[in-house]
C-alpha cells in the first residue's frame, strides 16, 4: 500500500481528456517536487515530467502536470491508443527516508 | 548513450542471499545517484534503495531495510544489492535506476535512466 494514492485505474475515448490524481500529505508531495512515468507492458517506466510540470525531452505537449498543495495531476489531451499505459507519480520524503515514494500506478485505458 | 545493464538475478531460496549488479555506460557514473525500484509480478513499482555519488548518503525502504545492502564502487562504473535473508515477497523485476541529482534524497531528484530489469524469484 503506497503512501503515494493514485486511482487504479482511468478510461477515456480517443480524442478525449483525462487527469490522474496522486494525493499525498505535506512531508512528501507538500514539500517536495513531483515526477510522473509512463511504463508500457514488458518494459521499463520512462520519464514524461519532472519537477511539478517540466515535461521530459521527448514528452509531447498533449501531457501537463501540476501540483497544488499535497496532490498533483497528471493531464493528458487529445487522448491516443498509444497513450495507454500504466502511470506513476514520484516524489521524495521531507525526512529522507524513504528517499523516494512511489505512487501505486493508474492504468490508462483508451477505450 | 546512457546504459544501466543489471545482472545476478535468478532463482533463490527463501532465506538465501544474492547480489544484484548494475553496469553504467555512457555517462559519468560518479556524477549521480543511483537507485534500485523493484516490480513484483502484475503489481506496482516499490523503491527499494538509494545511494548518493559517493556512497556518503544512503537510504532504505523500510521492508528491506537491515536485510538489504546497496553499494556502489565508481572505478568500475558498477552499482551492486546485497540481498539478505530473502522472503518470497522479495521475488520481483529489479530496476537499476539513475537519479539526476548527486543524492538520492534531493527534492527536485528525479529518476531519468532506467535499466530493463533482473527477476529474482525466492522460492523453495
Known amino acids: 500500500q503506497s503512501v503515494l494514492t493514485q486511482p487504479p485505474s482511468v478510461s477515456a475515448a480517443p480524442g478525449q481528456s483525462v487527469t490522474i490524481s496522486c494525493s499525498g500529505n505535506t512531508s512528501n508531495i507538500g514539500s517536495n517536487y513531483v515526477s510522473w512515468y509512463r511504463q508500457f507492458p514488458g518494459a521499463a517506466p520512462k520519464l514524461l515530467i519532472y519537477e511539478n510540470k517540466q515535461r521530459s525531452s521527448g514528452t509531447p505537449d498533449r501531457f501537463s502536470a501540476s501540483k497544488s498543495g499535497t496532490s498533483a495531476t497528471l493531464a493528458i489531451t487529445g487522448l491516443q491508443t498509444g497513450d495507454e499505459g500504466d502511470y506513476y507519480c514520484v516524489t521524495s520524503d521531507r525526512t529522507g527516508s524513504p528517499a523516494r515514494l512511489i505512487g501505486g500506478g493508474t492504468k490508462l485505458t483508451v477505450l | 548513450e546512457v546504459q544501466l545493464v543489471e545482472s545476478g538475478g535468478g532463482p533463490v531460496q527463501p532465506d538465501k542471499s544474492l547480489r544484484l549488479s548494475c553496469a553504467g555506460s555512457?555517462?559519468?557514473?560518479?556524477?549521480?545517484?543511483l537507485h534500485w525500484v523493484r516490480q513484483a509480478p502484475g503489481r506496482g513499482l516499490e523503491w527499494v534503495a538509494g545511494i548518493s555519488w559517493n556512497s556518503g548518503n544512503i537510504a532504505y525502504a523500510g521492508s528491506v531495510k537491515g536485510r538489504f545492502i546497496i553499494s556502489r564502487d565508481n572505478a568500475k562504473n558498477s552499482l551492486y544489492l546485497q540481498m539478505n535473508s530473502l522472503r518470497r515477497d522479495d521475488s520481483a523485476l529489479y530496476y537499476c535506476?539513475?537519479?539526476?541529482?548527486?543524492?538520492?534524497?534531493?527534492?527536485?531528484?528525479?529518476?531519468?535512466?532506467w535499466g530493463q530489469g533482473t527477476h529474482v524469484t525466492v522460492s523453495s
Open positions: 535506476v539513475r537519479d539526476v541529482d548527486l543524492q538520492p534524497t534531493a527534492p527536485m531528484g528525479h529518476f531519468d535512466y
Open positions: 555512457g555517462f559519468s557514473f560518479d556524477e549521480y545517484a
